[in-house]
């Protein structure tokens, strides 16, 4: 069965501190996705990255930066320098690389509720 | 980047009463949209996924009376909440998966509606 945990409920760290947001999944597909989507208070939900598990480099984007390690697998999420603007429920989600159905639903994890203080 | 609407944002009704919530692709067509609820504090539940021209494929527990869905067109899926009661009352939000597009595109996110039942 896929599984997604984020272990972490609620992280709160003081502005301008590095945070790293931990994911760890389950699955017994050889290939498979894995996704990070961000949920400000506001409510909707903003597509983050998308990684193939073929594909185990790093990513940098600005501020934000994904480990994705098959070995343990994991796919961590750290933000550099965090921001207030930052703040949110961060999610990590699974899918199928070849589902039968073809409609690659997403396993989510339970979520991470980042808060950065001024 | 690929735009999905979601209307109305806000709902607050009597109980007894049916809302529909429209779901919609802006800037490209939808193969397949999906419906997720979610609670307080909670990480999203998947209710439905909707495949254009045929029946929605609701996820176990979720009932198909209460929660009728529509996918008449590539750009637009509807849910319609029967006779809704305070139990109701919660987040819900669609998402979209691009037509046509090889491999697993990531799903894009409507801003969500937040219904209250009285």
């Known amino acids: 069965a896929q599984k997604v945990t984020q272990a972490q409920t609620e992280i709160s760290v003081v502005e301008k501190e590095d945070v790293t947001l931990d994911c760890v999944y389950e699955t017994r597909d050889t290939t498979y996705y894995l996704f990070w989507y961000k949920q400000p208070p506001s409510g909707e939900l903003v597509f983050l990255i998308r990684?193939?598990?073929?594909d185990e480099q790093n990513e940098i984007s600005g501020r934000y930066s994904w480990n994705f390690q098959k070995s343990t697998s994991s796919f961590n999420f750290t933000i550099t320098a965090s921001q207030v603007v930052d703040s949110a429920v961060y999610f990590c989600a699974l899918s199928e690389a070849y589902p039968m159905d073809s409609n690659y639903q997403l396993i989510w994890g339970a979520g991470t509720k980042l808060i950065i203080k001024p | 980047g690929a735009v999905v609407s979601q209307h109305p944002s806000r709902v607050i009704c009597k109980s007894g009463t049916s809302v529909k919530i429209e779901c919609r692709s802006l800037d490209f067509q939808a193969t397949t949209m999906f419906w997720y609820r979610q609670f307080p504090k909670k990480s999203l539940m998947l209710m439905a996924t909707?495949?254009?021209?045929?029946?929605?494929?609701?996820e176990q527990g979720v009932e198909k009376d209460k929660f009728l869905i529509n996918h008449a067109s590539l750009t637009l899926s509807t849910l319609t909440v029967t006779s809704a009661h305070p139990e109701d009352s919660s987040f819900y939000i669609c998402?979209?998966?691009?037509?046509?597009?090889?491999?697993?595109?990531?799903?894009?996110f409507g801003d969500g509606t937040r219904l209250s039942i009285l």
């Open positions: 990684r193939n598990s073929f």
């Open positions: 909707s495949n254009e021209g045929s029946k929605a494929t609701y």
């Open positions: 998402s979209a998966r691009e037509f046509g597009r090889e491999g697993n595109q990531p799903q894009h």
